[in-house]
């Protein structure tokens, strides 16, 4: 895998086409199409600011608390939706494999972009949230596009890994299905961080050592208030407060070299 | 390691695969194979010790019959199988056609379709656009573009997809009995388009069974029979030795099929009728037969049968592997002309899948027929063969 060959010619062709594709085939069938892309959150939204906001009174101690909210979902949902598509990926294009010769990583790159297309599809939403919550424009939001690019190499080292061992384990997807629950409630999304700290610091640092949790803590702190409390905040530490950094990048080169190692027997496992 | 005008080299080439004993795709399986010490899975040779070499402009034929490794061979030439040990060089770009419309989505519309198997080719959108009415003409669906692919019939898809693919202009192509499908006057476009390259002199290697469109076509052949390269040289010598070889294999599978065991035959419906499709069992001397077979296996797509006299005697048998007929769907119909004496006859028939043994469906007993004698038509002995009186008033 040359770096100079990952977007040759050929390959940001094949990846245009197959990300067209997946994008024209997403919602074939329902009325509503492309509507549920931004629908799916926002009804979500509802649920859980009903629940929690309203009935529970969780996070009167944050300003703006529904956008707060909705950007914690959104982040959520792409990572879910990411992830998910990354390891199927390979397995659902396997007839493709079988029949062609072109780098597999193209294949998980295109299922994640149209993640990210989705992603950003939601952005909209956000920012009418933003604009119509009175939240007041600052220079940091200019950083908020950087937290998406850690996200997003995050969710493409995670999408390697399982593409390729879901090709051998089909067992994979419900593992992952467990993390996936578990991993919700361990990321500060319906509940604000302070209130695991008003119980234990030391709880409220480790579960932000998360890459998941230090980014959408970071966006929110960009894009939302600048109250929300991030990793380098409640670590004071600027060695430890590198460690979801560090999980990122590491887990990356590990995924992808994972993915090289097993992407040759591909076309025979799949 | 290229000569100069070499530009497919492979070398010692192995190639084997592992099969599972049983569904092993999941953890627990592995960990039992594990604790038992015993491993999950069989180790299947496919390609021993494999080495020829193709020159610029040469066509180039890979035979051999199913299951014995051409596919795997295309597929490693191809880039989409690495080898177990050896090497490949090819020298020049290289356009593998292991199926048509490779990619093609059932739900995408006939256009949309073309850009897709286009950039699987490493076509971009502008190319495509520039290439897209002649695409249309040449496959005649001008207007069908619209639609959903899956209202295409199996033949539009094909059409279709060998209008984008003979667009790939690379060095050396690759096929793989990409002819024969299609009707006749499809068939006919693609030996235009084979003959048409050959002349140009680009270098083209056609991997199949059917050793006419060798004979036809190539230069230069290999025969391939259970993973080794078993002939080479001019298409006339290998056509020889790959008839020897089926005649052999033929006569194998004849004792086998009478140590079948009846299998379940629920699923499989035959009856005779005229030519006309009308159910009727009993016929004179030399009328015609139809003979209809249907079944629900989808793994069945060879039939065979044979007509038999009461008493025992196999009056002809012939199978469509053995004269390279491909069915298409789960049932086919067979013709037979009854030049044979009158009497009480049945067709034993032999339903199986890709290979001589693979899903047998063995009918020992199958529908039987009468033959009338008659009046214009009085023959002494088992067959009415054509013959005439000559030197006569």
Redesign the interface.
Known sequence: MKLSNIFS??NR??L???V??DF??RY?GSALGYIWSLLKPLMLFAILYVVFVIFLKIGSDVPHYPVYLLLGIVLWGFFVEATNQGMQAIVSRG????????PKYIIIISGTISALINLFLNFIVIFIFILINGVSLRPEMLLFPLNILELYIFVLAIAFFLGAAYV????VAYIWEVVLQGAFYAVPIIYPISMVLVHSKLAAQLLLLNPVAQVVQDARYNLVTDQTITASKLIGNPFIFAIPYIIVAVSIIIAGLYFKRNS??F??KV | MLGSEEVIVVKDLFKSFKLPHEQSTGIKQNVVNFLRRKKGYENQEVLRDVSFSINKGEFFGIVGRNGSGKSTLLKLLAGIYNPNKGSISINGSLTPFIELGVGFNPELTGRENVYLNGALLGFSRTEMNDMYDSIVEFAELERFMDQKLRNYSSGMQVRLAFSIAIKAESDILILDEVLAVGDAEFQQKCSDYFEKQKAKGQTIVLVTHDMASVQKYCTRAIMIEDGSIIASGNPETVAFEYTKANQIKIENNLSAQQAQTPPDLHDIKTYTTDTTGKRLSSFDVGDSVLLHMEWKNEAICNAGAALIKQSGEGMFATNTLIENVSITGKSCDYRLSLDVAPGKYFFKIRLFGKTENDNVTLIEEGPSILIRASKNNKVDGLVSLDHKWLKIK
Do not use: G, S, V
């Open positions: 010619r050929r062709i094949l245009r086409e197959l067209i594709t024209k085939l074939q007839d493709l494999i079988r029949k062609i010769n072109f051998k384990y089909r067992d040759k027997y076309a025979e």
